[in-house]
């Protein structure tokens, strides 16, 4: 692995790690212009410097890596968070016509792997994803676990199973 190091020029640090498999780089040591997602539902991703997800908002839009499968490795794709649901797609264009899939974050697991990887589990798939840094990896999971907390709440109080005292 120091090959791999030596490459992204992290020396023995984790951050400067290249995927073998899928060749891409630690995200959060390359000297591209960061991909950023855009809370409120706004257009394309600005810099990685923008604002933080608003709480209230109730959609999440942006760029994020996701693991296709070990020959094609991570790909770039674009996700819209919206009403308790993860969609996404090759590109913003593609929205009109064809969703990749949907991922219902009522029933997932969200988990982090290291700076800039998202892991969600939910109906016996797992989903690998990866942020273009570990700013943009915290947005996407705290509006990943704000969309989660509602959606558990919208769906408990449309069963009755509000809980008493609270």
Not at 41 to 58: L, T
Not at 97 to 120: F, M, P, Q
Request: with cysteine.
């Amino acid at each position: 692995m120091g090959k791999a190091a030596a490459l992204c020029g992290g020396g023995n640090s984790t951050r400067g790690l290249v995927s073998l498999l899928s060749a891409v780089p630690c995200l959060a040591c390359q000297e591209l212009p960061a991909m950023s997602a855009e809370p409120g539902g706004r257009g394309g991703g600005g810099a990685a410097g923008g604002p933080p997800a608003a709480p209230g908002s109730d959609t999440y839009k942006g760029w994020l890596f996701k693991w296709t499968n070990y020959l094609k490795g991570y790909q770039r794709r674009w996700f819209v968070l919206s009403n308790g649901l993860l969609s996404y797609y090759r590109t913003q264009a593609e929205m009109a016509h064809t969703c990749r899939g949907t991922i219902n974050l009522s029933t997932a697991h969200i988990d982090t792997e290291d700076s800039c990887n998202i892991v969600l589990s939910s109906g016996g798939r797992t989903y690998h994803l990866k942020a273009s840094s570990e700013v943009e990896r915290q947005r996407w999971v705290t509006a990943l676990e704000l969309a989660k907390a509602r959606a558990i709440r919208i769906r408990n109080n449309q069963s009755g199973g509000q809980l008493q005292g609270d």
